[in-house]
């Protein structure tokens, strides 16, 4: 790169450039996505890839397959999204994030290649993915495990990928007013990262989901293989076992039982096709496993706090569990904020019980129902909440200040996101 470049893509606003394509907002489809890659070079050619598509578990999917093959010696890219604090959290190769000068750099190479006003003219998340391909490119990655962003079928990630393995994880009713009203409808977009030939690996699905699963894998002539959950052993929530091997898991909750079947699964196939993946590295790396905001457990100023993402019904269901089986039959403080686009009564429903106590907050720039909604929504689906309040996020630090209990903060990846990057900040989390 030129020196009068390389001064560009350090100082120039990307930021601003993002925010100003976000203002399309998601727009699907393949056709800006290939013809990008193409202005590109295709970097995305001749690097394997593992594709990861479902409504829920597929970032912790992700996170544990890269770990795995980590340890196996191989250099692996990691393609997730949304991202938490820093848009960098997307890209990240063997345990690191692409540093923000290459992110920089990265993007404003695409810009100076775009024409304004095609019609062809990428979105954000089109931009996002090729500077990932670029990145893996020049990082001479050997494998990358690609989280898709929204349905499967006209997402950017699925604009020419050298699949070797497609992976579906829990299907659920999300993103209807994109994917379809109903569950079959959502299970055929997922579908879509099913090619031809090149086996699939499914969680468990329900009875119509796998119907629409079975059907296109059969018409593309693709191997469809369904992972059995693991199971806890000795009532260690850490401690597993799937197919009469143990495992300790890094993630907890019953969701990532499931989500670790579909992992070890998954190895599997890839043993099939030849990957030399051994066993030390199978266990190591789920031992090792950490995605942030997924049953996360921080400490600040004393107090216990949880955060997790749940985002839609499914995830509150397991992120239920979790609360039942972690605090028995003790009542919990929830702070919750919620996305517009979601079912946010149905959410409540799955996660209150009677006692609990219910603060609800705002989720800073993005559209979201109101403390005053949620709160009127609470009392609804559960009238034997014990307290019921709003938070401004901003004062969120004097807030949790005034309490002992354990607060568990879900409801929205970016309100995880804008607590962790605010109040949290700095602080050491873990996946206990």
């Given at each position: 790169?030129?020196?009068?470049?390389?001064?560009?893509?350090?100082?120039?606003?990307?930021?601003?450039?993002?925010?100003?394509?976000?203002?399309?907002?998601?727009?699907?489809?393949?056709?800006?996505?290939?013809?990008?890659?193409?202005?590109?070079?295709?970097?995305?050619?001749?690097?394997?890839?593992?594709?990861?598509?479902?409504?829920?578990?597929?970032?912790?999917?992700?996170?544990?397959?890269?770990?795995?093959?980590?340890?196996?010696?191989?250099?692996?890219?990691?393609?997730?999204?949304?991202?938490?604090?820093?848009?960098?959290?997307?890209?990240?190769?063997?345990?690191?994030?692409?540093?923000?000068?290459?992110?920089?750099?990265?993007?404003?190479?695409?810009?100076?290649?775009?024409?304004?006003?095609?019609?062809?003219?990428?979105?954000?998340?089109?931009?996002?993915?090729?500077?990932?391909?670029?990145?893996?490119?020049?990082?001479?990655?050997?494998?990358?495990?690609?989280?898709?962003?929204?349905?499967?079928?006209?997402?950017?990630?699925?604009?020419?990928?050298?699949?070797?393995?497609?992976?579906?994880?829990?299907?659920?009713?999300?993103?209807?007013?994109?994917?379809?009203?109903?569950l079959p409808a959502i299970a055929a977009e997922k579908a879509g990262i099913?090619?031809?030939?090149?086996?699939?690996?499914?969680?468990?699905?329900?009875?119509?989901?796998?119907?629409?699963?079975?059907?296109?894998?059969?018409?593309?002539?693709?191997?469809?293989?369904?992972?059995?959950?693991?199971?806890?052993?000795?009532?260690?929530?850490?401690?597993?076992?799937?197919?009469?091997?143990?495992?300790?898991?890094?993630?907890?909750?019953?969701?990532?039982?499931?989500?670790?079947?579909?992992?070890?699964?998954?190895?599997?196939?890839?043993?099939?096709?030849?990957?030399?993946?051994?066993?030390?590295?199978?266990?190591?790396?789920?031992?090792?496993?950490?995605?942030?905001?997924?049953?996360?457990?921080?400490?600040?100023?004393?107090?216990?706090?949880?955060?997790?993402?749940?985002?839609?019904?499914?995830?509150?269901?397991?992120?239920?569990?979790?609360?039942?089986?972690?605090?028995?039959?003790?009542?919990?403080?929830?702070?919750?904020?919620?996305?517009?686009?979601?079912?946010?009564?149905?959410?409540?429903?799955?996660?209150?019980?009677?006692?609990?106590?219910?603060?609800?907050?705002?989720?800073?720039?993005?559209?979201?129902?109101?403390?005053?909604?949620?709160?009127?929504?609470?009392?609804?689906?559960?009238?034997?909440?014990?307290?019921?309040?709003?938070?401004?996020?901003?004062?969120?630090?004097?807030?949790?200040?005034?309490?002992?209990?354990?607060?568990?903060?879900?409801?929205?990846?970016?309100?995880?996101?804008?607590?962790?990057?605010?109040?949290?900040?700095?602080?050491?989390?873990?996946?206990p």
């Amino acid at each position: 790169m030129a020196k009068t470049e390389a001064a560009r893509s350090a100082s120039w606003d990307w930021q601003g450039w993002l925010d100003h394509l976000d203002r399309a907002g998601v727009v699907l489809g393949l056709e800006r996505m290939q013809a990008l890659l193409g202005l590109l070079g295709h970097p995305q050619r001749g690097i394997p890839v593992i594709h990861v598509a479902g409504t829920n578990g597929k970032g912790s999917v992700c996170a544990a397959l890269a770990e795995v093959l980590c340890r196996v010696g191989m250099k692996v890219g990691r393609y997730t999204s949304p991202h938490l604090v820093s848009w960098q959290e997307r890209i990240w190769v063997n345990g690191k994030v692409i540093p923000e000068c290459d992110w920089a750099r990265l993007l404003a190479e695409i810009q100076a290649r775009l024409t304004p006003g095609s019609e062809l003219y990428p979105t954000q998340f089109d931009v996002t993915t090729a500077a990932a391909w670029l990145y893996f490119r020049e990082q001479q990655v050997e494998v990358v495990v690609l989280e898709v962003g929204l349905g499967g079928r006209l997402d950017s990630t699925n604009a020419l990928p050298e699949t070797q393995v497609a992976v579906i994880t829990s299907i659920g009713m999300d993103h209807w007013e994109r994917l379809g009203s109903t569950l079959p409808a959502i299970a055929a977009e997922k579908a879509g990262i099913i090619k031809p030939g090149i086996p699939t690996v499914t969680a468990p699905q329900k009875p119509e989901v796998m119907e629409v699963l079975l059907r296109v894998a059969e018409h593309q002539g693709s191997p469809l293989w369904v992972a059995p959950p693991a199971y806890e052993i000795s009532q260690d929530p850490h401690r597993v076992i799937w197919e009469g091997k143990v495992y300790t898991l890094g993630l907890l909750g019953p969701v990532q039982r499931i989500n670790m079947g579909v992992v070890l699964k998954t190895v599997g196939v890839l043993r099939q096709l030849g990957w030399g993946i051994p066993e030390t590295a199978v266990s190591q790396g789920l031992a090792n496993t950490i995605w942030a905001g997924r049953l996360q457990r921080v400490t600040w100023q004393g107090r216990e706090i949880w955060l997790d993402g749940a985002h839609n019904v499914p995830g509150a269901e397991g992120l239920r569990q979790f609360v039942d089986h972690r605090f028995a039959q003790r009542p919990v403080q929830w702070l919750i904020g919620i996305l517009s686009t979601k079912d946010a009564q149905g959410m409540l429903s799955a996660l209150l019980r009677p006692g609990d106590r219910v603060a609800a907050t705002g989720i800073p720039g993005h559209n979201c129902y109101s403390p005053q909604t949620l709160l009127a929504l609470a009392h609804q689906v559960q009238p034997q909440i014990s307290t019921a309040e709003t938070v401004d996020i901003h004062h969120l630090s004097s807030w949790l200040t005034g309490g002992r209990d354990p607060v568990i903060l879900c409801g929205s990846l970016y309100l995880l996101g804008s607590v962790l990057g605010s109040v949290l900040a700095g602080v050491q989390g873990e996946n206990p």
